[in-house]
């Protein structure tokens, strides 16, 4: 029986890349993979999903206007659907893929951020933790050594940034991944 997967993590914990190389695991099977990605995001280029070890591979764009329903029947059946970045797909978005989960009898594997950098959940995020069959945290590490949870945003200089808009495209030179306790005494030692 198919499942709704929800693989999540902290900035840096290897997301796209375990999504790219499950591709290519179900791929070596003789099983068809269905990449998709959310148009908000447009870091490595419009249609590609690009892992910081190297890893790279186009990707079918949903709009957050556009159904996935439609998109999935105009690309053709498929054995799985991997999604990164799912944390920008709108909670219909997560609906639809529920409803392929349930109607086509197909896996769909989402990987991407819980939350944002002031510790919120992203609407598609919230919808996959209320919706997924499985959820799996994808762990990496806070400079500390503890487990990072907290999606950090920074300014130039390197101090947190504690307002502003949800979304902000960006990698390590935005995003810096930290335990709460750092990044709490690290806001608290900036406004000192």
């Known amino acids: 029986m198919a499942k709704l997967y929800f693989k999540y993590g902290a900035m840096g914990s290897s997301k796209s890349a375990q999504a790219l190389i499950t591709k290519f695991n179900y791929e070596e099977k003789n099983m068809t993979v269905w990449l998709i990605k959310p148009s908000v995001d447009t870091r490595d280029g419009k249609s590609v999903i690009h892992s910081r070890i190297g890893l790279e591979k186009q990707a079918q764009v949903i709009r957050p206007d556009e159904s996935i329903l439609k998109a999935y029947e105009a690309a053709g059946r498929h054995d799985v659907i991997i999604s990164d970045e799912c944390q920008f797909f709108t909670p219909e978005q997560i609906d639809e893929l529920r409803y392929l989960v349930d109607t086509e009898d197909i896996p769909v594997l989402c990987f991407g951020l819980r939350t944002d950098f002031l510790t919120h959940?992203?609407?598609g995020s919230r919808r996959l933790m209320e919706l997924a069959d499985s959820i799996t945290e994808i762990k990496t590490v806070c400079a500390c050594g503890s487990k990072a949870t907290v999606n950090a945003r920074i300014d130039a200089r390197g101090r947190i940034v504690t307002e502003g808009s949800?979304?902000?495209l960006g990698g390590?030179?935005?995003?810096?991944?930290?335990?709460h306790k750092c990044w709490t005494r690290q806001i608290k030692?900036?406004?000192?």
């Open 172 to 179: 390590n030179d935005s995003y810096v991944a930290m335990c």
């Open 121 to 123: 959940f992203f609407p």
């Open 166 to 168: 949800q979304v902000l």
């Open 189 to 192: 030692a900036q406004t000192a």
